[in-house]
């Protein structure tokens, strides 16, 4: 799915035979309609290994794709909004990247899916988005139940060991729900510390913030602080 000019024209399946102007009001109000939805190009369903890699292998990779261009990777039946049934009281674990790094971590989630390497119930991930955006890349999981506090932190906890995050990483999540009421993806969002960062930081601030692309952090240190909170704060 990919975000911003020309996204719409492409959304609503215009192809090299001119079509009459009944079926461009008809296509136009469909995309007009829900237009995340109608931005959405299926590329493939796959059952079996074999499927996902002679997909996967002819893809181009994340790094590579223009800014604003998502990929969904989710159960057939399921789609990638807020609103589908699966997802609606469910949320999403967010990790925020250097651009750079999208591929690599992008490629262990999906391999992680398929695997069943994390420690929830089966059924309880919905997907997988990578999101290419201007100064970092976002990789979400997204999860069927956002009030179990306890399968949610095993969830987060599973993606922390397969991409082998430090343990200063600060991962963030944000119920779907919450996505609905402030129409955003990655404003907002609950910032889920290590306990050992909580005793260290001081909570003066008071207001919702995020954590810094993961890479940043070696890069930041030396920078005034006002240059940090700047590229940090939602």
């Known amino acids: ?50 499927e996902f890699w002679s997909v996967y292998d002819f893809l181009v990779r994340p790094n590579d794709l223009p800014i604003t261009t998502d990929y969904h990777f989710f159960r057939d039946g399921i789609k990638p909004t807020w609103e589908d049934i699966s997802n609606s009281k469910g949320g999403k674990w967010i990790v925020r990247l250097r651009k750079g790094l999208a591929s690599r971590y992008w490629e262990e989630i999906m391999l992680a899916i398929i695997g069943g390497q994390f420690s929830v119930p089966d059924g309880e991930i919905c997907g997988a988005v990578v999101s290419i955006r201007f100064s970092e890349d976002i990789v979400s999981v997204w999860n069927r139940n956002a009030n179990d506090r306890d399968v949610t932190e ?81």
């Open 1 to 50: 799915m990919r975000r911003g000019k020309g996204a719409s024209k492409e959304a609503s399946g215009s192809s090299e035979a001119s079509p009459t102007e009944k079926d461009v009001d008809k296509d136009s109000l469909q995309v007009a309609v829900n237009p995340y939805e109608n931005s959405i190009k299926i590329i493939a369903t796959i059952k079996t290994v074999e």
């Open 154 to 234: 095993r969830l987060r906890d599973s993606i922390k060991k397969i991409l082998q995050l430090p343990s200063h990483v600060h991962m963030e999540y944000k119920p779907h729900q919450a996505s609905l009421q402030d129409k955003s993806s990655f404003r907002n969002t609950q910032v889920w510390k290590p306990k050992s960062a909580m005793t260290r930081e001081s909570t003066t601030d008071g207001g919702i913030r995020r954590s810094g692309s993961w890479g940043e952090r070696d890069e930041l240190r030396g920078k005034p602080r006002r240059d940090i909170e700047r590229s940090w704060r939602s």
